[in-house]
């Protein structure tokens, strides 16, 4: 049987972004300018309104990320990337790591392209900031929401 997943936007200048749940609990996160159907008529869960509004805040550059350890755990789908993950999620704002840097302290030296594979999967970017992990050299690689979107999330929190 299907679970019925439904959404509620975050309004940002970028566009809306989406935040999805279903009876288990909030199972994706899209970033602004996703592309989602009208929100149909549904009460909306005040995790998922919370995490609405702080998303909000974000993205107008008056908010921190929030902490969500509970979407790390739902997000990692092995323990290697589970782990990735809460790496990833340590990332100070403003800062950030290279793939080869997370592969290591994932236990991992040479799996920066393993690294590469789950910051796609990512189902809960930018909670769980992908945005702030960079090639090797400083370059942005690819990111969901577009490598202009990446440049200017990481100029928003103050990287350089």
Request: proline share 10%; hydrophobic share 45%; charged share 15%.
């Given at each position: 049987?299907?679970?019925?997943?439904?959404?509620?936007?975050?309004?940002?200048?970028?566009?809306?972004?989406?935040?999805?749940?279903?009876?288990?609990?909030?199972?994706?996160?899209?970033?602004?300018?996703?592309?989602?159907?009208?929100?149909?008529?549904?009460?909306?869960?005040?995790?998922?309104?919370?995490?609405?509004?702080?998303?909000?805040?974000?993205?107008?550059?008056?908010?921190?990320?929030?902490?969500?350890?509970?979407?790390?755990?739902?997000?990692?789908?092995?323990?290697?990337?589970?782990?990735?993950?809460?790496?990833?999620?340590?990332?100070?704002?403003?800062?950030?790591?290279?793939?080869?840097?997370?592969?290591?302290?994932?236990?991992?030296?040479?799996?920066?392209?393993?690294?590469?594979?789950?910051?796609?999967?990512?189902?809960?970017?930018?909670?769980i900031p992908c945005h702030r992990v960079v090639g090797s050299d400083g370059s942005?690689?690819?990111?969901?929401?577009?490598?202009?979107?990446?440049?200017?999330?990481?100029?928003?929190?103050?990287?350089?």
């Amino acid at each position: 049987m299907q679970r019925a997943v439904r959404s509620a936007p975050y309004p940002t200048e970028w566009g809306p972004g989406w935040v999805c749940w279903d009876p288990t609990g909030i199972v994706h996160i899209d970033l602004p300018g996703a592309v989602r159907p009208a929100a149909d008529n549904h009460t909306i869960p005040p995790e998922v309104s919370a995490l609405c509004a702080s998303l909000e805040a974000y993205f107008a550059g008056i908010g921190e990320l929030p902490a969500a350890p509970g979407l790390v755990a739902r997000a990692g789908t092995t323990p290697w990337r589970a782990a990735v993950y809460r790496i990833v999620s340590a990332i100070v704002t403003g800062t950030t790591m290279t793939y080869t840097e997370v592969a290591a302290a994932a236990a991992r030296p040479g799996a920066a392209r393993a690294v590469g594979a789950a910051m796609a999967a990512n189902p809960f970017a930018p909670v769980i900031p992908c945005h702030r992990v960079v090639g090797s050299d400083g370059s942005l690689r690819g990111y969901r929401g577009g490598v202009a979107m990446k440049q200017r999330l990481l100029a928003m929190e103050g990287s350089p």
